[in-house]
């Protein structure tokens, strides 16, 4: 069944593939939403729902600016919270839509590859995610556009809608102050200042000074070594198989040393490295920074074959990153079964999701 739906993909991907920009990627990027909505919109059942209905129903419980807010407004219209799930899920859909597109035609591959990787926080994280949309494209506005009133203004959102987006802008100053020769250096280093950091405040008692993120540091939010590893290794595999995608394609097409667009995404990509070390014992920096990350590794990825006149080479790695992410998709939602003996988390909040969608059929185990 995996097989069937990535090969799916796989060949629509190329269909898609051999038109041109313009109206054919309008048309590529309602088709790919329409995907996108079909398989999240109705969902009405995951592990934070009972908690975002607490945060619409009742103004006194804490949450951020932006979901506040809509709350209200969204009561004040005689809606219920699914509404306002639908409304983020829309949202973040056309915002990630939009950022693809800038670099790439392959909006159908990378939207539908990064909906099935992360289904699951996805359609439970929305304040994050809406957030996460907001970042992205105010990053395009910021570097593309001469509209930097809408980036700050995109900026300013992501923040209300969840804080925790504002660790993601960090990117803006260490990208104006390193240069293409020391940009990767510069995020290995400051990975281990980071974790040095946060790792002292754990050992010192002192998460309490550090407002909202305390809760990173919850029983809850820790791991083990071993469990640390377990979630990151796919995510350190895929960062080394992008480095030397980046290699190669920069000694084949030495323009890209001056191509902005390659060195904007070479640069987000590799800027979630600094959250590495830190996530092999605090999951949700993995979950937050790291694993939200695949778009733009996939956009980046893609922006790499631009330059390709080959139908065969271009063939060769779409396999490639198809194979990949079947390997991830394996490695995410099976593994634990097969290593361990029991369903892995992640496929039965799958399953619970996808099954809440009424006009879909139900997946069994």
């Known amino acids: 069944m ?16 051999f038109t041109k920009s313009g109206p054919s990627k309008f048309y590529i990027s309602v088709f790919s939403l329409s995907i996108f909505f079909i398989l999240l919109l109705g969902v009405k059942e995951t592990a934070d729902s009972e908690g975002y209905m607490n945060f619409f129903e009742n103004d006194e419980v804490k949450t951020d600016f932006l979901f506040r807010n809509l709350s209200t407004l969204f009561t004040n219209f005689g809606m219920e919270y ?36 992360l289904y ?15 970042f992205l494209n105010a990053i395009y506005l910021l570097y593309f556009s001469k509209k930097k009133y809408l980036a700050y203004l995109f900026i300013i959102i992501s923040i209300l809608s969840h804080s925790a987006i504002t660790l993601f802008y960090g990117f ?20 281990l200042v980071f974790f040095a950091l946060i790792f002292s405040l754990n050992s010192l008692g002192l998460n309490a000074f550090i407002g909202n993120y305390e809760l990173y540091f919850s029983n809850d939010a820790m791991s083990s070594l071993l469990g640390g590893v377990f979630n990151a290794l796919p995510n350190i595999i895929i ?41 092999l014992y605090i999951q949700i920096l993995s979950h937050r920074y790291i694993q939200a990350s695949l778009i733009i590794w996939l ?48 496929l039965k909040e799958f399953i619970r999701s996808f099954n809440s969608i009424e006009y879909l059929p139900n997946i069994e185990l």
């Not at 799930?85 to 539908?112: A, D, P």
């Not at 902005?260 to 800027?271: A, E, P």
């Open 2 to 17: 995996v097989f069937i739906v990535f090969g799916i993909i796989f060949f629509l991907n190329f269909f898609f593939l």
């Open 82 to 117: 699914y509404q306002l799930f639908q409304f983020h899920v829309i949202l973040f859909g056309i915002l990630y839509t939009f950022f693809i597109s800038r670099f790439t035609n392959n909006i159908f591959l990378i939207l539908i590859f990064y909906l099935l990787m």
């Open 120 to 134: 699951v926080p996805l359609a439970n994280q929305i304040r994050y995610y809406l957030a996460f949309g907001f």
């Open 172 to 191: 803006i100053i260490l990208n104006k102050f390193s240069q293409n020769n020391n940009y990767l250096k510069r995020c290995l280093i400051i990975s």
């Open 239 to 279: 960062i080394i198989l992008l480095y030397i995608r980046a290699k190669i394609a920069l000694k084949k097409h030495e323009v890209f040393k001056q191509d902005k667009s390659f060195q904007i995404l070479y640069r987000l990509s590799f800027y979630s490295v600094i959250f590495m070390p830190a996530s």
């Open 299 to 346: 956009c980046f990825y893609c922006y790499t074959l631009t330059l390709e006149k080959s139908f065969k080479v271009v063939f060769n790695h779409i396999i490639c990153l198809t194979g990949v992410i079947i390997g991830l998709f394996y490695y995410t939602y099976f593994f634990s079964e097969i290593a361990l003996g029991e369903t892995s988390f992640y």
